[in-house]
């Protein structure tokens, strides 16, 4: 625990920022140069997967993951002891590549849920978790270990990189992380408060770095209808709201995305926000200057990392501390600069991160089809959708965040009309993921399979969070109290996803 103070406090430190922010600028005027020069087109499309759950125990309550769970290095540690975290293997976005990745994600979780059961715990595919730890919510997301002027969050594992990002975000936000949600105002001593969400990333692997802008922007204008098909996470552990006076009305105003302004509310401290949808760029080298203008956020340098497998490290030369800061560039949609799914070069891909973990690993897989094959699609068939205003955009994100499909949605058909009509967005959606799909070499047959379960919560319109939130209020029309119901409703929800069966066949 000192090797790990101490590199918190030279990381905090006023000099290693200012090598840091150097380094950063001087890798950054390189990586320009190699855009420019188209060092970082590759092979072909490409996608790739992140995935985040939780463990509880046998009675549900969030539960620590032991430390010998992560000797398989398939699973990560995240910020909270409670987490872990799946990467599916870059795959070439073709048929082969799909059912390759599709494969390792199942044969992953399947490895974890056996592994947690020798320790009597459930890994859960969520959003967010609800029943708290045997010591409740607070006193979990609160207990801190004081070393000094440094301080660590108990149920933090205790990395370099977690405790100096906490450190830096809590000094910039005067010493707690306010969160302010409906029913719920509290301040936390740490950012371990972001250790409630859980989320999936799809990856997309885009070839040629002179149309990265257009996929990009692409991506941005789905972020509305995508989001409001996938929210999960409407309510927090029971045992944090502090300000309810009517838990019919709570449920009716909690946002369906709950984890957004959560994670929102954690990070945007300081010289400005770091999570935001984040705004179109231009040309290639856009990217390269935002990240250099964010406020830097816990700064490393790669003389630090011990070896390659270092928490530190995850960034490689010659761009070490610049692969290191959009670490914590924490935008919706984010650029990665890194290696081609080939192996022969580099790449550039799309990061999509505002969607929540999903019930199933078959919703989880189809949710990741949909949004690469929509991003790859709109491209591929030129579709008016590009041009729909910025601002537009962003107001349907956080339409979705608020109100799921019941939310007010901007689009552009193809007829190149705007419409706010879900009866016209979703079909042209869908239309599109198809032909994205179908670019990449698949054909007809699998593809509706793949997409079958979110095409099937259209026709329904059924989304998780709608699921929990007439569940909550089933269970305070019969006199339960509303950490009660919340409770009731998790359970329900855990015994559903366990059995493996996609959300919209509940």
């Not at 000099?15 to 092979?43: W, Y």
């Not at 002891?81 to 994600?105: C, I, K, M, T, Y």
């Not at 978790?129 to 933090?156: C, F, K, Q, V």
Request: aromatic residues 8%; proline residues 6%; hydrophobic residues 35%.
């Amino acid at each position: 625990m000192d090797s790990v103070v101490a590199t918190v406090r030279r990381a905090l430190d006023d000099d290693t920022q200012a090598t840091f922010d150097r380094r950063v600028a001087e890798q950054a005027d390189r990586l320009r140069a190699e855009l420019d020069r188209g060092a970082f087109d590759s092979s072909g499309f490409a996608v790739g997967l992140e995935l985040e759950l939780y463990a509880v125990g046998g009675t549900g309550a969030l539960t620590r993951i032991d430390e010998t769970v992560f000797a398989d290095r398939t699973y990560t540690r995240e910020i909270g002891r409670h987490n872990v975290e799946l990467n599916a293997s870059p795959q070439r976005f073709d048929s082969a590549g799909v059912e390759a990745q599709s494969a390792e994600l199942r044969a992953a979780v399947g490895g974890l849920q056996e592994t947690l059961s020798e320790h009597g715990q459930q890994a859960i595919l969520d959003g967010m978790w609800t029943i708290p730890p045997t010591e409740g919510s607070l006193s979990y997301l609160d207990s801190i270990d004081h070393h000094g002027d440094i301080r660590m969050a108990t149920n933090m594992p205790a990395k370099p990189r977690y405790c100096a990002m906490d450190n830096t975000l809590r000094r910039a936000a005067d010493g707690a992380i306010e969160i302010t949600v409906p029913g719920a105002d509290h301040r936390f001593s740490t950012i371990l408060v972001e250790s409630l969400t859980t989320s999936i990333q799809p990856h997309l692997q885009v070839p040629d770095t002179d149309r990265f802008p257009t996929y990009f922007n692409a991506a941005v204008r789905t972020l509305g209808p995508v989001l409001a098909l996938s929210t999960n996470s409407p309510f927090l552990p029971g045992d944090l709201y502090n300000a309810v006076e009517d838990p019919q009305r709570l449920v009716a105003e909690t946002p369906h995305e709950l984890r957004i302004p959560i994670f929102e509310g954690t990070v945007n401290v300081g010289d400005g926000p770091k999570a935001c949808c984040p705004r179109d760029i231009e040309t290639p080298t856009d990217i390269v200057d935002r990240v250099v203008d964010d406020w830097t956020c816990g700064p490393f340098l790669s003389e630090w990392a011990e070896t390659p497998t270092d928490e530190t490290a995850a960034a490689v030369e010659p761009y070490w501390e610049f692969t290191h800061k959009y670490g914590t560039y924490w935008r919706w949609v984010r650029p990665i600069l890194g290696g081609d799914a080939a192996g022969d070069g580099g790449s550039l891909r799309i990061e999509y991160r505002p969607l929540p973990t999903q019930p199933t690993v078959q919703d989880v897989l189809s949710l990741h089809w949909l949004t690469t094959g929509l991003v790859r699609g709109i491209v591929a068939a030129d579709h008016p959708l590009v041009e729909l205003d910025w601002t537009d955009a962003e107001g349907s994100f956080y339409n979705a965040v608020d109100d799921g499909l019941d939310a007010e949605l901007s689009w552009i058909t193809t007829d190149g009309e705007p419409t706010s009509d879900p009866q016209e967005i979703y079909p042209d959606l869908f239309d599109l993921a198809r032909r994205g799909l179908r670019e990449q070499g698949l054909g007809d047959g699998e593809i509706e399979r793949l997409l079958a379960p979110m095409v099937d919560r259209w026709e329904r319109r059924a989304t998780p969070s709608q699921w929990k939130k007439a569940r909550v209020r089933e269970e305070l029309d019969s006199g339960a109290s509303l950490t009660g119901a919340i409770a009731a409703m998790q359970t329900d929800y855990i015994a559903h996803s366990q059995r493996g069966e996609p959300f919209a066949d509940w």
